[in-house]
């Protein structure tokens, strides 16, 4: 493993709590669990880790899980956890240069989680992609960063777990294009050129991030 992925690798483990927190869960059991039938087949796209993987299984114990990432480290992490219920099957590969690895019509949901907005086509990902894996029915569970004011930006990077602290400022800076890509409204219009009906969403698990359950119309 690199110097580089181990950094992304720690990154990612320390900020899962700031993403997937009470609020986030309480949206789950309240808009996601009652639409998922008793045993879901669940792919997280890009989940890093593993460890919101690790979490549905522990809640789902009936559910089929599958998670694909493009990041080796990360794969190698996902699949060496603990699994309190299934294990999911992780498989790796680029979804941006190649299909999703899973049958036409096969998923009930399919979760993206701090991912969409680095692909240089959301529409093509979920209007095609997305779209021909989904079960009819199918539902998309989207997590995503949308553009806040730098200084606002900063100010929450230099305390939010992640980094080392010396180091925060400096990250900050080199992720604020990436995370600030999208306004609220651009994300919105993505969503409706992408043929996706809104069914719920929240912005209470994080200040600058929207978590939206989708339905292909
Ligand atoms: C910011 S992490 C998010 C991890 C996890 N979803 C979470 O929320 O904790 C983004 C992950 O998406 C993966 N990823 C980015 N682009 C991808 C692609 N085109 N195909 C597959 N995985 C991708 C990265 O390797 C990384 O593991």
Redesign the pocket.
Known sequence: MTQRDDRALRR?IER?SV?FNEAFWRFWDEQVAPVLPPAPVIV??????G??LRDLSARLPEATLHG????EA?VENARALDYGGPAPSIVL????TSQLPYDDASVDLLTI???LH??DDPFMFLREQASRVLKPGGHILL?DWFREPMRDYIARRLVEPGDPEELRYERALEQFRIHNKYTLDDWRWVLAESGMHIEAETGEPHPSARVWLLRPE
């Open positions: 990612q899962y993403r997280d796209v890009g989940p890093g880790p460890l919101f694909v990432d493009a990041n990360m590969a680029n979804v941006e989680a701090a991912v680095t692909f997590f």
